[in-house]
């Protein structure tokens, strides 16, 4: 048999979206508790609970805008700083680059020189040879 048990996300994210409910409802009750003694005819009092529910998430959006904000801050710094690591790679690697090239040209000229000098030596060992 298989065991039908929820996932500790899903009981996360419904226990998240429960409790920021809760604490909206709670919140919009507080403003409409401070509210209550100015509110004297029953349609003001309607009025008042619906406009407290809309500063609580009012209230909320703001809460959460904050937390977005500082949270885009966190990655623009972290992208700077992955642009600056990845600028001083390209750095690294045209100077390693260069390196080679210019390895590349001493061995090339080292050849030539080495060449040059073993045709002298075969030379050398040439008039030797034919004395």
Request: charged letters at 30%; proline letters at 2%; hydrophobic letters at 35%.
């Amino acid at each position: 048999m298989t065991d039908n048990k929820k996932s500790p996300e899903s009981d996360n994210e419904a226990s998240n979206k429960k409790s920021s409910k809760e604490t909206l409802i709670d919140l919009a009750n507080e403003y409409f508790e401070s509210w209550l003694p100015a509110l004297t005819i029953e349609s003001s009092k309607f009025l008042g609970r619906r406009l407290a529910i809309a500063q609580a998430e009012l209230t909320h959006l703001v809460r959460d805008n904050q937390i977005l904000r500082a949270s885009n801050k966190n990655l623009h710094d972290r992208v700077l700083h992955l642009e600056l690591g990845y600028a001083q790679l390209c750095d690294a690697h045209d100077q390693n680059k260069a390196l080679h090239h210019e390895i590349g040209v001493r061995q090339k000229k080292h050849v030539e020189t080495c060449d040059t000098n073993f045709a002298k030596i075969q030379t050398v060992i040439d008039r030797w040879e034919g004395r």
